[in-house]
């Protein structure tokens, strides 16, 4: 059974461009998130979806950043403009359906985002 | 609100000896407690983690970590140290809410010394 997946690896663009990550979950789980790590700091939560919705977007960080989950099968993060701040890991993890006494969240190899 | 805290940014062991990352969390109720680690150019993999039971847990690699609900502790242990242990660890918690979100702490980068 193939991980969870995410495009590009690393992207390197300049201050003030579009940036879109992409996310592929393990097929059949209803859970998505994204979580990102800035150079030296925690990783943190941006958001969780459910199948297509979304559940908790506490942890987006401004408008600048946009996710969506049409269908409810893969997922992308738009920053738009990227600023200088933005830079880091952006880490996507996904677990089965609500139901289960504990799922376990699968975490992607991240993409790192490098804004100059 | 909720925490992890990792006290060290880094740790320098020599290879062979026993090795111990630290973590302590701030957390309503009985979290989940997790250990993750990042090698070099690799993405976040699982280490062990804690649900319930035994307050000792053997997970990859040799490493093993002790529940203290009382010092709200989760320190990661291994016995022998080898070069390859060299990587950043995460020490993580989430709540017993269905789905709920992974709270990380800040990572410690772990050197072992040939």
């Known amino acids: 059974e193939a991980g969870v997946t995410q495009f590009p690896s690393h992207s390197v663009i300049e201050k003030g461009q579009t940036v879109t990550l992409r996310c592929d979950p393990i097929?059949?789980?209803?859970?998505l998130y994204w979580y990102r790590r800035v150079m030296g700091k925690e990783i943190k939560f941006l958001l969780h979806f459910v199948k297509e919705s979304k559940q908790d977007e506490s942890g987006m960080p401004n408008n600048r950043f946009l996710a969506e989950r049409t269908g409810g099968t893969y997922s992308t993060l738009k920053v738009q403009p990227a600023e200088l701040e933005d830079s880091g890991v952006y880490f996507c993890?996904?677990?089965?359906?609500?139901?289960?006494?504990?799922?376990?969240?699968?975490f992607g190899p991240g993409t790192r985002l490098t804004v100059l | 609100a909720q925490s992890v805290a990792q006290p060290e940014d880094q740790v320098n062991v020599a290879e062979g000896n026993p090795l111990t990352v630290k973590c302590t969390y701030s957390v309503s109720g009985n979290p989940y407690l997790f250990w993750y680690v990042q090698y070099p150019n690799r993405g976040l993999q699982f280490l062990l983690k804690?649900?319930?039971?035994?307050?000792l847990v053997k997970g990859s690699y040799g490493f093993e970590a002790e529940f203290n609900k009382s010092q709200t502790s989760f320190h990661l242990k291994k016995p022998s140290a080898l070069v390859s242990d060299s990587a950043l660890y995460f020490c993580a918690v989430r709540t017993r809410n269905r789905d709920d979100k992974i709270i990380f702490g800040k990572g410690t980068r772990l050197h072992i010394l040939p």
């Open positions: 993890a996904s677990s089965q359906a609500s139901g289960s006494r504990y799922n376990e969240q699968f």
């Open positions: 097929s059949g789980h209803d859970n």
């Open positions: 804690y649900i319930t039971g035994d307050n």
